[in-house]
């Protein structure tokens, strides 16, 4: 209904619009290079007839657009409703206590993240994850939950690697090896390629911990995989080092030794600042030792042991080194007794024994005296396999470590017994028992110990999916309430819509008032002077009257060039620079064919001006040169100059044309009364045209004539913004 109201309107306005018809200067009269054009009844009734059906075209995308503004609104509503149905049900869920408990969590663990650091709490948990892991597990807990809640990716990682160094601590590989596993996806779903020395870091740890646990539960090509993925990141000497020897040692539980030791070669060379550790260093000659050993080196394998124990005598507080040497020399003794070579083996355990007398390790002595009883008994020297394992047992007394005790009292029986001192056998047997019962005993309490920290894991598992869910349903509500701003939203839009398009109506019915004077001097932008056509005609034929037909050939041949530049951009609104400059260069060419005798011309460029990015309304200026040729070089006794010049000043492209022709006054006073008239008609009808461009562009284009100082001439400014437009330039 407010549609056909506008389009009575319109109409109305529409034809109560003056034609071109009304205002046209008669073509037989004398024209001027300002003069209107003449437009026929039949032409305006087509463009009042263009212009009634563009509004027609309008009000039906109104209509459509409103239609599909109705149809979104109710599309809404009815998602507003659903989602409304669906909260009953939901509320019934959330009946349950531990759904309750756990979207509390996380609104606990929201409001606790504003105040706490997760990264404060993960370093001191990774303080006590040695000596008290129970309480490290408590830290992770909350630097987990903390994490969840605040979107912290990288501390949530963090978070599962420590829990996973934890596992490891109690030797529960798969859950070790699951915990790395959660860290190394969270880091590869959020990895920051700009945080080189934290990626690295971190993704060291986790493929370091993948590799290592799958190494302990057997999977030796998944942990190969992981070592090499480690070693292709940014290390520095120790921790190529320190990696390559996790490699190594893969290869030699899989009895790989060749490519072990082969890998171990190719460890970088200490250079240039790199500060190497000695600790590295001895673990690689232990390494090296008992692959040595496998591949029956058994000279290269003494030598490098006896290097690792001078390296330990002067370090004896290297508790790595220690740890890496003992267990190389299991790995060596276990080659020795396997190959029969018990002189090398009680060898080889009685240089451990003195390093350990020496350093107080009284565990190490205990097990190596043990075993160099079980050689002698192997050798047939059972007197002195016993003097070794009763010395093992004294020893063994004044430890508080039963697994010692009761290996080395179940050897002593079994000596006892094969010597037939068999009450002495019964007693060691006695000593073994309560050993064996008192490690029991530890190992429970051990258990009891990883059943809670297991307990506590699970409880974190359970927080994990707790705040997840939590976080979930946050989403869910702020998604509903977005929903609910949308409809009003929408809303809004369709009011705001209806609003845009009747004021837009509105406004096109008072712009209607103004069409034909629109055509009118889009019109005049198309059409060169009819007085140059004419005068360039005669120039023709007066060519041809004279036989000089290559002159006649060659100025008609530019004045259809210069036709054609003018009918191909009377249709755009903006043309390029170098486009202008084309046409009034070709226009002046014609012009001083005619006046070759009468003046001279130059147009000037600036350099620093682009004329491919520059667009200009298109002959505007035509008119102005057109001038200063007809009205002041023309009546000029002596050869005269005409210049054009564009320049460039601050966003305003001036464009500059001076004649040293007879200047205003006297061409005023040459010109008839009907000259006269059509000039100051030519004038206002320019004015209007820059005065509607600058409406229409919200732009300033500006005109000034003066008096050329000194001497008479005459000197013309444009000033033209430098802008480009995609509206309809009149």
Known sequence: MILDVFGKFYAKSVTGIPTLRDRAVPLGETSHWLSEPRLTDRRARKRVRIKVLTFLRLTTMIRHTLTLSLIAFFCISSAVAQDSKKAPSQKAAEKDEKVLEDRGSYKTFKKLSRRTNPADLLEEAASLKDS??????????????????????LNEARSHMLIGEINEGIQEWKLSRENYLQAHQILNAHKNPKDVPTTTMDYQRTLRGLGNTSLKLGDFNVALQYFQQALDLRLDRNQRIDRTLDLSETYYQMSNYTEALRVLDNLPPQGGKAISSNTLD???????????????????????????????????????????LQETKEEIADVLRGQNLYDDEIELRNKSIEFNLESRNLDEVTNDKVEISKTLVAKGEDAAALREIEEAARIADTLANPKAQAKAYLTLADIYEKNGRTTQALGAYRKYSDAVTRSQRIQEERQITNSSLLGQQRDIEELSKNVSVGKREETIEQATVSRQKLVIYGLLVILLITTITSYYIYKNAQASKVANQLLALKSLRSQMNPHFIFNALNSVNHFIAEQDERTANKFLSEFSQLMRLVLENSQEDFIPLFKEQEILALYLKLEHYRFRDKFDYRIDIDESINAEAIEVPPMLIQPYIENAVWHGLRYKEERGMLTLRFYQQDTTLMVEISDNGIGRKRSAALKTSNQKKHNSTGLKNIQERLDIINKVYKADYRVTIEDLQPGPGTLVHLALPLHKTDRILP
């Open 132 to 153: 008290n892991p129970g309480e490290a597990l408590t830290k992770v807990r909350e630097a987990l939950g903390l994490s969840l809640a605040s979107g912290d990716v």
């Open 282 to 324: 001895m673990r690689v000659q232990n390494q090296k030792a008992k692959i040595y050993a496998r591949l029956n080196d058994i000279p290269q394998t003494k030598n490098l042991y006896d290097n690792s124990l001078a390296q330990l005598r002067v370090n004896k507080n290297d508790a790595e080194g220690v740890k890496s």
